[in-house]
């Protein structure tokens, strides 16, 4: 389970490091082409669509690959007791957020079905459902690393 995990987190920035390269390019092809007026209308609509997705995918990377910002002043001043306390407690509450997106994603995903993108024959659906998919793999990622800490710092 371990490696299908790490592979698929590496399919994961892969995706990521795709989809910004492609919203890189786009915009610079349709900006040259909007100035010699041959304007790529759908390029705005396909940057919007991966760009959605590099939000949710990029942060669930940026969620697993770094530590979240911490006041440690503050987190230095408890116990240790305390500060696993709070760690753990700051993790509930993320994954209690990232719920609320998914319960609030995935309508907004369903009711998306028939509205298309202005230029492409395609479902706003499609950008709509990074939040859910996105938000339960940020739920995954922060059950892993709360785990891990609490393996970490047995006492």
């Not at 490696?3 to 919203?23: G, N, P, Q, R, T």
């Not at 995903?109 to 859910?132: G, H, K």
């Amino acid at each position: 389970m371990k490696k299908a995990y790490e592979y698929f987190c590496k399919l994961e920035e892969s995706f990521v490091k795709l989809f910004l390269v492609s919203i890189t390019l786009l915009v610079f092809v349709s900006a040259i082409t909007r100035t010699f007026k041959y304007p790529l209308n759908w390029a705005t609509d396909v940057s919007l669509l991966l760009f959605a997705w590099v939000i949710f995918l990029g942060a669930d990377m940026a969620l697993r690959n770094t530590n979240l910002v911490s006041v440690d002043i503050i987190l230095k001043r408890f116990s240790d007791k305390g500060q696993k306390f709070v760690v753990v407690l700051w993790n509930v509450v993320i994954i209690g957020f990232l719920v609320f997106l998914i319960f609030h994603g995935v309508p907004l995903a369903i009711e998306s079905v028939d509205r298309l993108f202005q230029t492409l024959p395609i479902s706003y659906s499609w950008a709509t459902m990074s939040v859910p998919v996105g938000s339960i793999l940020m739920i995954i990622t922060t059950c892993i690393k709360t785990y891990q800490f609490l393996k970490e710092n047995k006492r």
